[in-house]
């Protein structure tokens, strides 16, 4: 790896990603109180406890991964091309096919995943839809804009960049980015990782953890791979438009949310 002059912390498009990941997660905030006091989810929180921990994850973690990613990837070649070209003034190349393509990609396998679950249960799950009083509109477009824009600030862009950055510097291309090989095996590595933690909560038997199988844990290995691939070749706006469609595909095919 060659040596490479450190360019200046940009500032504005840290406050930039993390104010909309803020914004993204804080309708968390009324989704945890109402799905626990309706009994759709496991544990109770109050208003003031959710509250709390959602805030307090946005001021912690999504700083740390935020200044983490953009000072890894400044050096990976990593970032948010379409937000850094905005804040910039300058026009953002390919801004809506970037996007399209990466909602396309995504909600096709958010579709692939509604099929895998549905056979797993053996119709036992049942399909929703927007109007449905047991899933509301507006729960399914919070969780899917938190997933979509608040994991893809901690997985692609904090944690994805560290590993290039890893990895590159255990297998030095004496180039001066890195090298396919390095890509792909953080991008693996990143995917792994994202998969594991969307595994069902130890114990769990019934409910969303028994659609948590081999299979469907491989469509969750596939969408941490297009999410990864897709920051890599598209940026992290076209990967937070996959999220977002791979989840609001897959909270609408079936009623639980995986």
Known sequence: MTATTRTPFNWRLFLTLWLAGTIA???LIPVTVVLGESGVAAHRLSWQTATV???LAAIVIFSAAIYVGLRSGARVGLGAPLTE????GKPAVDAAARLVRG???GGALGLVGVIVAMAIAGGTVSPAMPGDDVVPLWVGVAQATSAGVGEELLFRLGLM???VAFVWRVLPSGDESPSDTVMWIALALTAALFTMVHGAPA?????A????TEPMQLVRLLGGGLFGWLFWKQGLEAAMAAHFAYDMVLFYGIIAVL
Do not use: F
């Open 103 to 105: 909602a396309g990609a």
């Open 85 to 88: 070209a905005w804040l910039a």
């Open 203 to 207: 114990g769990e038997a019934g409910g």
């Open 209 to 212: 953890g028994q659609l948590v």
């Open 161 to 163: 960049s560290l590993m």
């Open 53 to 55: 921990t959602v805030l």
């Open 25 to 27: 997660v804080l309708p």
